[in-house]
Nanobody, 127 residues
Framework: QLQLVESGGGLVQPGGSLRLSCTPSGFTLNNYAIGWFRQAPGKEREGVSC????????NLGDSVKGRFTISRDNAKNTVYLQIISLKPEDTAVYYC????????????????????WGQGTQVTVSS
């Protein structure tokens, strides 16, 4: 069974930073586009960022521009989400998702296009 595992979440003060990791279990990420999504309590899941299997990234939300950076290290079979200047409104469960996607430049922008998901990692921004 193909699964993803997120890690790196936690409690951080406003203005702080985190690096989230997404690693697969049972497969390699080389030919998969990866997306990061988040869901805050009482809100719908929203896209954060995605990256093509060739490493071309796309921001999926205006609120994360300049603060969230997605990257991938295929040698380590891991995708990262670096977050800086965290705000309380960034508090959410963060999920990574994967889909085998033929286009090497783009990545699917919406959650329903992804086939495999992790269980999520909680990020709480609070003083």
């Amino acid at each position: 069974q193909l699964q993803l595992v997120e890690s790196g979440g936690g409690l951080v003060q406003p203005g702080g930073s985190l690096r989230l990791s997404c690693t697969p279990s049972g497969f390699t990420l080389n030919n998969y586009a990866i997306g990061w999504f988040r869901q805050a309590p009482g809100k719908e899941r929203e896209g954060v960022s995605c990256i093509s299997h060739k490493g071309v990234s796309t921001n999926l939300g205006d609120s994360v521009k300049g603060r969230f950076t997605i990257s991938r290290d295929n040698a380590k079979n891991t995708v990262y989400l670096q977050i800086i200047s965290l705000k309380p409104e960034d508090t959410a469960v963060y999920y990574c998702a994967a889909v085998a996607y033929g286009d090497s430049i783009t990545c699917p922008p919406t959650a329903y296009e992804y086939d495999y998901w992790g269980q999520g990692t909680q990020v709480t921004v609070s003083s």
